[in-house]
């Protein structure tokens, strides 16, 4: 198969990461509310609806296109905002509403019908026929696939389903349940498909002793230890150091604190069919947003230009400096 050109998804937690993913060179990106309607409902991040009208305007002028995250489970009886968040995202213009939960799905395809809708990587949906039943019910345009799933294998979906695929290309992977993990929930209360956040910053504790040694907890609950000197990672469940079947050290149990980096397998994916390539990272800071989506429009650049552009510099960007390709290269499980 040849390859068409991708579209580059970037991250957008502010109205000025925003711009800077655009001015960078992003094809489309990906934003939220500051409420409960989106997976990244951070303190400190997201868009009032001014700022989300202003952000649409600004990324139209350039060219660029706005994917609203819809992408959270309403509690029962308590639909209300989220029925307001998809109204205001269709008023305000975006190019796409991504929704998770199929009531919302409903909701949108029903009311909004003109309006296009893409498939959250929160909704799980990883086999043909289930991503078929989202396309014929809602008529979605896009599935965002979960992480799980070789290049094979998506190539083998991309020959079956009607619709787009968008696949993550680099930055945070965990358990790779998408949309089902309830580690955080187990330990804090906190659901992360619920309530929006994973390790919330609430419950994160750093102890320092007197040799500099920091110990990371989550609630009540010891994460990680790292000697002085020693990079230390936030505290999320999965990326913790464990005692486990008698073992003297502690070791990374269900994962370890790596980054997805899937440069090496770009011309992969785009061959198998992906329509867009995705960058994780709402919650980072402009100059890593700014570094990583400049990378990878180069990157994108040079294999549709028959290049193999150099790429070795995003490792420093990645979590405690390691990266993985996870699944996609061949499923490898702890």
């Not at 198969?1 to 990461?17: D, F």
């Not at 009540?220 to 000197?229: A, K, Q, S």
Request: glycine share 8%.
């Amino acid at each position: 198969m040849s390859m068409i050109q991708p579209e580059l998804v970037c991250p957008a937690g502010t109205p000025a990461s925003l711009r800077t993913a655009v001015d960078a060179g992003a094809d489309a990106v990906y934003c939220g509310f500051q409420n409960a309607t989106n997976a990244r409902n951070f303190s400190g991040l997201n868009f009032t609806t001014t700022e989300m009208r202003g952000g649409v305007d600004y990324a139209h002028d350039k060219g660029a296109k706005v994917l609203l995250a819809i992408n959270t489970f309403p509690p029962g009886g308590k639909t209300d905002l989220w029925k307001i968040a998809v109204d205001d995202g269709v008023r305000f213009g975006v190019d796409a509403l991504i929704v998770a939960d199929i009531g919302v799905a409903e909701y949108a395809s029903h009311n909004h019908p003109d309006q296009r809708l893409h498939l959250s990587v929160q909704a799980g949906a990883s086999s043909a026929e289930a991503i078929q039943y989202y396309c014929d019910s809602f008529n979605i345009k896009r599935v965002v696939l979960p992480r799980i799933l070789t290049v094979k294998e998506i190539k083998a979906i991309h020959d079956e389903i009607p619709c787009e695929i968008e696949a993550f290309i680099f930055g945070n992977i965990g358990m790779m349940a998408e949309g089902r993990c309830s580690l955080t929930n187990y330990i804090t209360g906190v659901s992360t498909n619920m309530d929006d956040i994973c390790s919330p910053a609430s419950h994160v504790k750093y102890e320092e002793d007197k040799a500099r040694n920091l110990t990371t907890k989550l609630g009540d609950f010891t994460v990680d230890c790292f000697n002085c000197g020693e990079n230390a990672g936030y505290p999320t469940v999965c990326k913790g150091r464990y005692l486990v079947d008698h073992r003297e050290e502690p070791y990374y149990a269900f994962e370890e604190p790596v980054s997805l980096n899937l440069t090496s397998l770009l011309p992969d994916l785009m061959q198998a069919g992906v329509t867009a390539l995705k960058i994780e990272g709402r919650q980072r800071s402009r100059a890593y947003v700014r570094a990583v989506v400049s990378a990878f429009r180069k990157a994108v650049d040079g294999y549709m230009a028959g290049e193999n552009p150099e790429l070795s510099g995003l490792l420093a960007l990645t979590e405690g400096h390691r990266e993985t390709s996870g699944a996609f290269g061949g499923k490898r499980w702890r």
